[in-house]
């Protein structure tokens, strides 16, 4: 077999990139997974107080998930303080489909 310079580039890309990614996605899917702990524990730690263990207190799981996120982030006044320099928009997401879930 005669070993040409494009199978070395091939080779040499392989060799390189497969360490990378063996770095990039047990870290993408540990993230993944503590995001999942995580929007329990926001939710019992900021929301429940007010919302109800079940989310069931002044929260209308009819919404648009776009709208109650906005309302996560930005807050409703005068008793519901925003969230936007505490949580990412994935987050706030995430709490709402949290939310949604616990009235099921």
Known sequence: MI????MLKK???VLLALPILAI???TAAARAQSDGADVAGTYKAKCAMC???KAEKSFDA???DAALTDA???GIKPKMPS???KLTPEQAKALVAYM???GK
């Open 3 to 6: 070993i040409t310079i494009d």
């Open 24 to 26: 990039i996605l047990p």
């Open 11 to 13: 080779l040499a890309v």
């Open 62 to 64: 009819t919404k648009e």
């Open 83 to 85: 969230y936007d320099q």
């Open 72 to 74: 996560v982030l930005k």
């Open 100 to 102: 949604k879930s616990l």
């Open 51 to 53: 919302h109800g263990q």
